[in-house]
């Protein structure tokens, strides 16, 4: 293989270590919507007000926890969310 060829293969194989690095150690993002609430049994909407979750809610609450620890393997490093009790709940 020529010089130029070894090179361009060499800062191929150096870039795509860098993508896998970066891949790797890349911050991810989830969006997570609360768990089921009175006011959702009702067919009303919600906007700022404060429906408290169900029990079917805190259970969805609980299994979206639950599937996101297998999935991840690890504990998410910052969570936020809104002020409101659907959705402190579910982030709990």
């Known amino acids: 293989m020529g010089r130029a060829l070894m090179k361009d293969a060499a800062a191929e194989h150096a870039a795509s270590d860098v993508q896998a690095s970066l891949v790797s150690e890349g911050t991810e993002v989830m969006i997570v919507r609360h768990g089921r609430t009175t006011w959702n049994e009702e ?17 969805e609450a609980v299994r979206l926890g639950e599937r996101l620890a297998m999935g991840l393997g690890r504990k998410p490093t910052v969570c936020y969310s809104s002020p409101l009790r659907r959705a402190t709940r579910t982030a709990e």
Not at 43 to 59: F, H, N, V, Y
Request: avoid cysteine.
């Open 43 to 59: 067919g009303r909407i919600q906007g700022s007000g404060d429906a408290p979750l169900t029990e079917a809610g805190e259970i």
